[in-house]
């Protein structure tokens, strides 16, 4: 009977030592990220369950064992679905279907090296390097200064989503331009943005900034997106680098609904 007890107890308390540990991590994400409407679920969620595991203390003993059975039954089901999943995905999932539709329909291979494995081969023949936007860089609490585009007039690897890795070769101030853009005397339209505006992942001349430019030929376009990008980003790009163009007819600022404002945008904040 006293082992029972104690067997009894000793999950009523990892069950509400776990519940605790998980309503504290939202607490911490939701404070650090300033992200309580994209958590808020979670919050409540978690603190309900904080809730009922410290009132399971309290409670006969019977009722903790269903509560034990009932958890650990969830418990074991959720995390065995997800591990399914992940398995299917890594194994024979979406990924290799895509890849076999795609060598169906352009009769081309599938490039299924990884970025490090094509600037690894490409880094032997050229001047190469991969594309680091400040997206990447603004969780980092210890930059005191933040970098605005890539590197300057060098070919820079982008992504892989076609079957392709996307490869364009960056301006003078390191984005997604031909570099004598620069030099006309008026820019028809500025356009800033995030990942579909710096081009992921296509090649020049069929990304945003290309195709405005094969209907506008007397005056330039100038491309000042970067992948991940949110309006504080893209307003100081905008301060920065706007008094380099003479004559500006329009600023074009593409917004993508799902993040910018809700993630990205409380990201660059913090």
């Known amino acids: 009977m006293y082992k029972r007890n104690l067997f009894i107890n000793f999950f009523s308390y990892i069950f509400l030592l776990l519940s605790f540990l ?18 808020k679920l979670y919050f409540y969620s978690s603190f309900i369950l904080f809730i009922f595991y410290l009132s399971n203390i309290f409670f006969k003993n019977l009722i903790k064992i ?5 958890s650990l039954t969830i ?5 065995s679905f997800q591990a399914y999943i992940i ?3 890594l194994g024979s999932g979406l990924d290799e279907e895509k890849i076999k539709e795609y060598e169906k329909i352009y009769n081309l291979k599938f490039d299924t090296r990884s970025k490090l494995e094509i600037y690894s081969e490409l880094k032997e023949n050229e001047k190469i390097t991969v594309s680091i936007t400040p997206y990447n860089l603004r969780k980092d609490n210890n930059l005191k200064l933040i970098p605005l585009s890539g590197i300057s007039k060098i070919r820079t690897i982008l992504c892989n989503e076609s079957g392709y890795y996307s490869i364009y070769k960056s301006d003078k101030f390191g984005f997604n331009n031909p570099d004598n853009e620069w030099n006309k005397e008026e820019a028809f339209a500025v356009i800033v943005g995030n990942s579909f505006v710096h081009g992921s992942c296509v090649n020049p001349p069929n990304d945003i900034g290309g195709v405005l430019r094969s209907k506008v030929n007397t005056k330039s376009i100038i491309n000042l997106g970067q992948a991940g990008n949110a ?5 100081a790009t905008l301060r920065e680098y706007l008094k380099e163009i003479k004559i ?10 799902a ?12």
């Open 22 to 39: 998980v309503f504290s991590y939202i607490v911490y994400k939701i404070l650090v990220d300033n992200s309580y409407d994209y958590l």
């Open 66 to 70: 269903y509560t034990i059975i009932i």
């Open 75 to 79: 418990g074991i089901s959720l995390y």
């Open 87 to 89: 398995l299917n995905k």
């Open 231 to 235: 309006p504080l980003t893209q307003y």
């Open 248 to 257: 500006v007819e329009r600023v074009v600022w593409f917004h993508y609904e």
């Open 259 to 270: 993040n910018d404002l809700n993630h990205d945008f409380r990201e660059e904040l913090n």
